[in-house]
């Protein structure tokens, strides 16, 4: 594991911080990077957050959008789900894509 900073580090997966969470009897909560200095009604908790990596990841998409035919509209319809499932896979949300026709200037 590597040395990143005083209160996080990280590993080749993950960042890790550690902090501290300060409670009190009246409901008040305080989050502090240090140990904490506590009153008598208070009561402090280290936390450590591990938080992956991937989160950072931006994903690099591109597509290829190839025209058919006109006589073969099917061609395009097939193309865009195929286009829309690899988007999905690539972001890990569901992708709606759709072709519609150029309106035509009067």
């Avoid at 911080?17 to 409670?23: D, E, I, Q, R, S």
């Avoid at 904490?36 to 990596?53: G, I, Y």
Wanted: hydrophobic share 40%; with cysteine; glycine share 4%.
């Amino acid at each position: 594991m590597s040395a990143f900073g005083k209160h996080h580090r990280s590993t080749p997966t993950e960042m890790i911080y550690a902090l501290w969470l300060t409670f009190d009897q009246a409901g008040n909560v305080r989050l502090n990077r240090e140990s904490p200095r506590v009153s008598p009604d208070e009561r402090a908790m280290r936390v450590e957050v591990r938080l992956p990596k991937a989160l950072w990841n931006i994903p690099q998409l591109s597509a290829e959008i190839t025209v058919p035919d006109p006589g073969q509209p099917g061609a395009i319809a097939a193309r865009i789900e195929q286009f829309a499932e690899q988007l999905k896979t690539a972001v890990g949300c569901d992708v709606v894509l759709t072709v519609k026709p150029i309106e035509e200037p009067r």
